[in-house]
């Protein structure tokens, strides 16, 4: 009898989960227009409560994947885009900065009618969330920061920006192959394990070049523009030839950089802090003295810091830590 009921069974099963595929998948890309272009994002659906990712100045939507992952298994509706210029979002020229990604994101979340969203960012992607919280509160109940969006001195700045610089490199190269792509990431040091998350991150940055070869699918001259808006450059020599050449306006950026609307979010806040350096000791990208600052700053914030993890591997690797803060704070809000 069993025998005769299970190809029934099987046939059952199969049909069941290619319809909840195509209804309900446990992930997806999706394209939407906003602003005058497209903008890619990926999707995790569940029915509870939503969540959208902001990554960091090089990344892309799957830098997420593993936090993403696991809020998903939690039943919450997870949302991550690629910043335009960035993964599979159109690349313009410009404009860049955070003013314009926060249209973006307001764009998105009106053009998908998302309410109560928590909203999570990393690096670069914790500016453009304080910025976007901060001016549109209606649609936010929550704000997660990952090693990001503190207020940081020109020296702090450099140190930053040498932590991040070796990301930057890859920008614009050709290579003989994914291998070798690989290879000069993982030869940076940054990242102390590789993982098959990691290597779809970057497979996923990758575009097609003449004679075989791959190519970063990132403008060089995009990224220099969201730096410039920064007062940064991918050049350290760069920074240094504003500051003289006009130093007025190069601190003029600086001060703009560092006006963080910290007072006004009004949502609970958890800051993550990446406790290892990158690649030389003090080059954090959130030092202790920024962190100490926002918690001042923004009344309903806490913090910690997770010690076996630098600003890249607090998002790329496994972490049981972060995982367990993410979803304690999540379900407080509830």
């Known amino acids: 009898m069993k025998k005769l009921f299970n190809p029934f069974l099987r046939f059952y099963y199969k049909s069941f989960k290619f319809a909840k595929d195509m209804i309900w998948p446990d992930y997806r ?4 227009e ?14 509870g409560e939503t969540v959208f990712c902001v990554h960091g100045i090089t990344a892309n939507h799957k830098t997420f994947q593993i936090i993403a992952n696991c809020l998903h298994e939690n039943k919450m509706h997870v949302y991550a885009l690629d910043l335009r210029g960035r993964g599979r979002s159109e690349r313009p020229y410009g404009p860049y900065g955070i003013e314009t990604h926060v249209k973006d994101i307001i764009a998105i979340i009106e053009k998908l009618k998302l309410k109560n969203v ?18 549109h509160p209606e649609y936010f109940k929550g704000l997660v920061l990952l090693d990001g969006g503190g207020i ?3 020296w702090q700045k450099l140190r930053a920006l040498s932590a991040i610089r070796p990301s930057l490199s890859r920008l614009g190269q050709k290579f ?17 394990s590789w993982s098959p998350v990691m290597e779809d991150f970057f497979v996923y940055e990758l575009d097609e070049a003449k004679g075989g070869k791959v190519r970063n699918n990132i403008r060089p001259e995009n990224i220099e523009s969201e730096l410039n808006s920064m007062a940064g450059s991918l050049k350290p020599s760069s920074i240094l030839k504003k500051l003289f050449q006009d130093p007025r306006n190069f601190f003029r950026k600086i001060k703009e950089m560092n006006k963080i609307p910290y007072e006004k979010i009004k949502c609970p806040v958890l800051i993550l802090r990446a406790g290892k350096f990158n690649l030389t000791k003090g080059d954090d990208v959130l030092p202790l003295s920024s962190l100490q600052n926002m918690l001042k700053k923004m009344r309903k914030a806490e913090a910690y810091t997770i010690d076996e993890c630098n600003h890249f591997e607090i998002i790329l690797s496994e972490n049981k830590t972060r995982d367990e803060k993410i979803l304690e704070f999540v379900r407080a809000l509830r």
């Open 176 to 192: 003989s192959s994914k291998e070798d792509y690989f290879e000069s990431i993982r030869s940076v040091g940054f990242l102390k």
């Open 118 to 135: 928590i909203l999570i960012g990393h690096s670069l992607g914790c500016f453009i969330s304080i910025h976007t919280v901060a001016s």
């Open 29 to 32: 890309q999706v394209d939407l």
């Open 152 to 154: 940081l001195n020109v």
């Open 34 to 47: 906003v602003n005058g272009i497209n903008i890619h994002l990926g999707e995790w659906p569940a029915s």
